[in-house]
């Protein structure tokens, strides 16, 4: 899955400034590393914020060395005959910084106070960088409350000064960017999903600013097995999709997936999930359903083996008895399944057989309903995929809630050994890679996956990929990331409001074809 590490690694503060001073340790001088990276900002700012709709740039400028590379930012916009301001927002600054200010000011950039930028088309911050430790206050904070006032557009140097680097919350008062442009690796604190909902109005658009950073400098402060990485989301389509399919193939050796699924409550859950799983090209698809729901799901899906199981007087599945489990690559267990069927979500995990437990499969496991879950899962050899959300997982490792959701992912793959996705606006999938803790975020989506049924399709896509041979990690990501650019896709076609469940897996394949070309 990493195709390369600069580009898909997360780090934390303590780690970007170990990876810097090895690169100056090696002879790169500070001031040529600010030279390069403000040339690289600078021509992402042509590309987002040309010359004649942005004439007039305010810099705000800090006394670290984010504010050296805004000084460097300011001098070529200057010479590219834009109008140019500063305003040093700190009365100290570092030995370079201030020699970048000697410089501006003597080739005519002036130098003003705060209120002199309202007039400007376009703000840069460079207060502070990824080295922030203490709360903004006093009169900087109420500073940072004018400038986000003037509704300005705000291009952030690194991350939105204010907000914290490994754990993304507000620092007191941040500055809300329009654009972030993040420098070098990608930083913690702006892809946390738990931060997410308060730091977005602060990131903006978040994008990287790649300046060269050899691979071992990466590689020795982290080590090879670091933990957290951001997934390429074209790069993953691209690599695994389609699966490969020799020309003298048969139905059965491109993936038998079994489908154990809804209730007369839930019933459209069955018709969604199968959809998602169909999608994949999965070779044969059965689906085990409810008696009564037979008749409904095999016109919906004609294509596939509709098995009719006994019911509960609820319009739950009561029994798998009869189904030789043993023949399927995968099986998905829990979409529209109800509380009502726990005694067949046991079934599924003492099959042994790679699974997918989603919704009410992992309700039937959770705490609440049995305390033993974790040892259910000791005795299996067989890869387990979760997928939860947020509230599915709290219900089943509430001895996790408290703190990073990060942190508590990685935990909860420990604890159990699966492969847990833990759905949201960043979705998360973690599981064990040479015994530790892998995480990789998925950094696009859209809110409009926020509708009822959208996981059945998810998890009939993960089913599907895993049924034709991926591993349990690649089949969570990959589904994840075509689920969630499809989605994309469609909504930028209808709005956010024409991406139901079943238009998005229609979507799927069109979406898919012309992306992996």
């Known amino acids: 899955m990493i195709s390369s590490i600069s580009s898909q690694v997360i780090v934390t503060a303590s780690q970007m400034q170990a990876i810097e001073s090895l690169i100056f340790q090696s002879g790169m001088p500070v ?22 709709k942005f004439p007039k740039v305010g810099i705000l400028v800090g006394s670290g060395h984010n504010g050296g590379d805004a000084l460097v930012v300011a001098r070529e916009l200057y010479h590219q005959g834009r109008q140019v301001k500063v305003c040093s927002m700190m009365p100290k600054a570092k030995p370079l910084t201030r020699v970048h200010t000697c410089h501006a000011k003597a080739i005519g950039i ?3 106070s705060l209120t002199d930028l309202q007039d400007c088309d376009l703000l840069v911050d460079g207060i502070f960088g990824f080295g922030l430790e203490r709360d903004v206050d006093g009169d900087l904070a109420l500073s940072f409350n004018l400038i986000n006032s003037w509704q300005i557009p705000i291009l952030a140097i690194d991350l939105p000064s204010g907000l914290n680097c490994d754990r993304g919350h507000v620092m007191g008062a941040a500055i809300c960017a329009t654009h972030t442009l993040c420098l070098g690796l990608w930083k913690r604190g702006l892809l946390i999903e738990q931060a997410l909902p308060y730091i977005l109005p ?30 390429d989301p074209h790069t993953c389509l691209r690599q695994y999709l389609p699966i490969p399919r020799p020309i003298a193939v048969h139905k059965y050796n491109l993936g038998y997936l079994l489908l154990v699924v809804g209730s007369q409550r839930y019933a459209g859950a ?31 899906v004609p294509d596939a083996l509709v098995i009719d199981c006994p019911e509960t007087d609820s319009g739950a599945i009561y029994s798998l008895a009869g189904l030789d489990l043993q023949k399927y690559q995968a099986i998905v267990c829990g979409c529209g399944l109800s509380l009502n069927a726990s005694s067949v979500v046991k079934q599924a995990i003492d099959s042994d057989i790679p699974l997918v437990l989603d919704a009410d499969g992992l309700n039937a496991i959770s705490p609440l309903a049995d305390p033993n879950f974790i040892h259910q899962l000791q005795g299996r050899t067989n890869p387990i995929i979760f997928t939860p959300h947020g509230g599915e997982f709290n219900r089943l490792f509430p001895e996790l809630m408290a703190g990073d959701r990060l942190d508590a992912l990685m935990a909860a793959v420990e ?20 015994q530790k803790p892998v995480l990789w975020v998925n950094p696009e989506s859209t809110p409009a996956l926020a509708r009822g049924g959208s996981g059945d399709v998810l998890a009939g896509m993960i089913g599907g990929l895993l049924a034709q041979g991926l591993s349990a990690s690649d089949s969570a990501i990959v589904a994840t990331v075509w689920h969630s650019q499809a989605a994309i896709s469609l909504a930028n076609q209808r709005s956010i409001m024409g991406v139901d469940p079943v238009s998005l897996a229609h979507h799927l394949l069109p979406f898919l074809l012309p992306a992996v070309s």
């Open 31 to 52: 001031a040529a590393l600010m030279e390069k990276v403000a040339l690289k900002i600078v021509q992402q700012m042509d590309q987002l914020y040309p010359a004649h």
């Open 415 to 434: 604890l159990c050994h699966a492969t847990i996705l833990l759905k949201g606006a960043r979705t998360m999938i973690s599981f064990l890679q040479d």
């Open 270 to 300: 069955a018709i969604l999930a199968a959809l998602g799983a169909k999608a994949t090209g999965v070779g044969m698809l059965s689906i085990a359903v409810p008696s009564s729901l037979k008749l409904l799901v095999l016109a919906q």
């Open 110 to 112: 002036p130098f003003v």
């Open 202 to 231: 602060y990131i903006g658009i978040l994008e990287r600013i790649d300046f060269d950073i050899p691979e071992q400098f990466i590689m020795e402060v982290l080590g090879d097995r670091h933990p957290l990485w951001r997934v």
